[in-house]
């Protein structure tokens, strides 16, 4: 058996704690060939009903109970439908206010969900916060339910009549994207980070997703990913892309063989894994997805992914410990230059790693480095933006953080002829702000729902990598939590590649 076979479920183990989800062949297997639903609304049964209402972004939910023979919820359908279009999927005109979904009660395996819901007319509509549907149920007496029946929704038009007037909003069934939406101003607004982690799962779902569609793994690029990859195991801050990283891990060498070829490998030479991850869901398929929440621009295509990526970066960067910065450093580079499939962005990112010269020691070397890079892209491209009218009108490119997130950043701000900026951080506060805002405000709105994982232990280490100016800083059981992420982060690498090492040997 190889080391790697005995060490990785250990590792997984520490890094998720005991899975009910298998982890291996089969789930993928599972995960593949199963389309998503046409709908906008969401069909919920018993096992996906609470996990979907306990994650989602949204601030309210929806919830159609009907039954397939029913003539009356056939006809409902398309009324629920049009309502239902503008605030799920991904042309909604109003993503992550409110989810809506439907569960059919005529199903057996429902039977038990919607006696919890005191189902007694189809359909019946029901309203109140995600959460309170994953954990609770509804009675029609109860008093000082946060639940409530929604007594008039026949129509498209009634259904969103209740809704404005519940909510004091005045959408449409006309409203379409990029129109009318209420965008966060994320530039000042600290709270909105804590939307970000879904568009962090959902840029970490895109970049798998054009890996595989474009079937980027190839004789050279493979270790570059598997390096990401341990990365991502170790340090996603979201459990679901833990889980599903450490899924194409574990089958990696099986579909992506190291010595497929001979050892003078075809160049371009591709392998059939990237076939069979083809669709696969790395953060997990329960999950509408779609649309992007802080990451949403005001007009097409402008952020979205690259936005998500670049949180996805910082989020790692404020996570490791000291001695796996320049690992990361390395890791980071390498699958921005052979995945980022912006071929003027890899470039000059590469440019910028190439400049390295000393290694990173310490998570604030690297975590500020990442800072600096992003701030010269934004400098590079503020000016193309202004020149070309390129940009987004409401997030123009800036020095970041702004002064009204982070006062203490800045020991002085000076406005130069030419209209730029010239400021000079304070690196100390600049690094303890990222820690604070890509570590735990990242994650704040998530701490009492699972998605973060592991237990107290990692809500500890989250709590207090917020206060520390430095993430090794912590007490005792932080510090535990710490350890147990670089040691999955290292040990992976370092079997990885004394296996690569001995698989050569034989070669050889
Ligand atoms: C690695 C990489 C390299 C890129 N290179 C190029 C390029 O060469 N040319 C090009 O046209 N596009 C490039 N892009 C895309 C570009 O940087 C933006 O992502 C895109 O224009 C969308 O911008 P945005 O307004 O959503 O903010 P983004 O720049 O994507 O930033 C996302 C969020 O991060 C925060 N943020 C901003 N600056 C910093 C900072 N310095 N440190 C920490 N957090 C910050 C803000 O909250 C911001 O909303 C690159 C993207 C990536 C991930």
Redesign the pocket.
């Known amino acids: 058996m190889s080391p790697f076979s005995i060490f990785l479920p250990f590792l997984l183990y520490l890094s998720f704690g005991v899975s009910s989800v298998p982890i291996g062949s089969r789930s993928i297997l599972r995960a593949l060939g199963d389309p998503d639903p046409p709908d906008a609304a969401i069909d919920l049964n018993t096992t996906s009903f609470d996990e979907v209402l306990r994650d989602s972004p949204a601030s309210f939910a929806i919830v159609e109970y009907f039954a397939h023979w029913c003539p009356a919820c056939r006809n409902y359908k398309p009324q629920y439908e049009k309502v239902a279009r503008i605030f799920n999927g991904a042309d909604a005109a109003h993503p992550g206010i409110i989810i809506m979904a439907r569960v059919d009660c005529a199903l057996k395996i429902n039977i038990k969900l919607c006696d919890r819901f005191s189902v007694g007319h189809y359909p019946m509509l029901l309203w109140g916060p995600p959460a309170k549907f994953a954990s609770g149920g509804w009675e029609p007496k109860k008093e000082k339910s946060e639940i409530l029946a929604i007594d008039d929704g026949r129509t498209s038009e009634r259904l969103l009549e209740w809704i404005n007037k519940k909510m004091g909003s005045s959408y449409s069934l006309d409203d379409e994207k990029y129109e009318n939406e209420n965008l966060p101003l ?2 000042s607004d600290p709270g ?2 804590a939307r970000a982690l879904y568009d962090v799962e959902e840029a970490t779902w895109s970049a798998f997703d054009i890996i595989f569609e474009h079937k980027m793994i190839k004789s050279e690029t493979r270790d570059p990913l598997i390096r990401f990859l341990q990365l991502l195991v170790a340090h996603h801050p979201s459990r679901r892309c833990r889980k599903g990283s450490a899924e194409i891990l574990l089958n990696f060498d099986d579909l992506w063989p190291s010595d497929l070829w001979p050892v003078n490998i075809e160049k371009n030479a591709t392998y059939h894994g990237n076939d069979a991850f083809k669709g696969f869901q790395i953060c997990g398929k329960e999950i509408p997805r779609g649309y992007w929440i ?2 949403r ?1 005001s007009k097409n295509e ?3 992914y ?6 996805l ?2 989020s790692l960067s404020v996570r490791l410990e000291d001695g796996e910065s320049h690992i990361a450093f390395t890791a980071i580079c390498d699958f ?1 230059h052979n995945f ?1 499939i ?1 071929q ?6 590469y440019e910028m790693c190439s400049t390295v010269s000393y290694p990173f020691n310490k998570t604030s070397q690297f975590a500020l480095w ?6 010269k ?2 400098e ?2 503020k000016k ?2 202004e020149s070309l009218g390129t ?2 009108p409401k ?7 702004p002064k009204q997130l982070c006062p203490s950043c800045y020991r002085s701000l000076k406005k130069k002829s030419d209209g730029t900026s010239q400021v000079e951080w304070n690196l100390d506060a600049v690094f303890k702000f ?1 820690v604070g ?2 570590g735990n405000m990242l994650v704040s709105s998530y701490k009492d729902n699972g998605l973060l994982g592991v237990g107290g232990n990692e809500r500890s280490l989250v709590d207090d990598m917020a206060t520390s100016t430095s993430a090794v800083a912590v007490p005792v059981g932080a510090a535990l939590g710490i350890a147990l992420a670089s040691c999955a982060f290292g040990a992976l690498a370092c079997v990885w590649r004394s296996q690569q090492k001995n698989r050569k040997r034989r070669r050889n």
């Not at 997030?395 to 953080?401: A, I, N, R, V």
Request: a neutral charge; proline letters at 4%.
């Open positions: 994320n530039a909105q980070i802080f990451c621009g402008t952020r979205g690259s936005c998500g990526l670049w949180v970066l910082h921005i980022f912006c003027e962005c890899r470039r000059h990112f990442l800072w600096d890079t992003h701030n892209v934004n590079r491209l193309e933006e940009g987004d997030f123009p490119k800036m020095l970041w953080p990222l805002y890509y």
